[in-house]
């Protein structure tokens, strides 16, 4: 792999990143209404926000090479939803009492793949722009 591929994947990355981190914060402002006067301290949002940024430029990086130059949109929504169903059933795996937290389970999962769909939509237009290359 050329340093120039390396670039590109970078450039992906940061993109799918920082628009997985703004979508994930955007949400957070909308479920903060509901936390009944819970106020997260700023250390424990500024985690939150890295572990998005990372989830995103991950998600973008790998994005980049499933889908190459194909025009296969399973492919792509296939790429979103495994990585959207992974993050949002970690909860599942870690909670003693999974029944009791379903529906919370349900909103987690649906809020990942929201976020790693405005991450795809966001690369889609980049890569139709050009402004990143698409792996080759």
Known sequence: MSNLERIESVKA???????????????????????????????????????????????????????????????KDGAVLAFGLVRGLVPVELSSDVFHHLGQFAILGIES?????????CLEFAFNKGWIKLFS
Not at 42 to 55: M, P, R, T
Not at 115 to 121: G, S
């Open 113 to 121: 793949i929201i976020c790693f769909t405005i991450a795809r939509v």
């Open 13 to 75: 990355g940061y993109l799918g990143g920082m628009a997985f981190a703004v979508a994930y914060v955007f949400i957070l402002a909308i479920n903060f209404n509901t936390w009944d006067g819970y106020v997260p301290d700023v250390i424990s949002l500024g985690v939150k926000v890295a572990i998005a940024f990372i989830s995103g430029f991950l998600f973008a990086v790998t994005y980049r090479y499933i889908i190459r130059t194909d025009d296969n949109g399973h492919l």
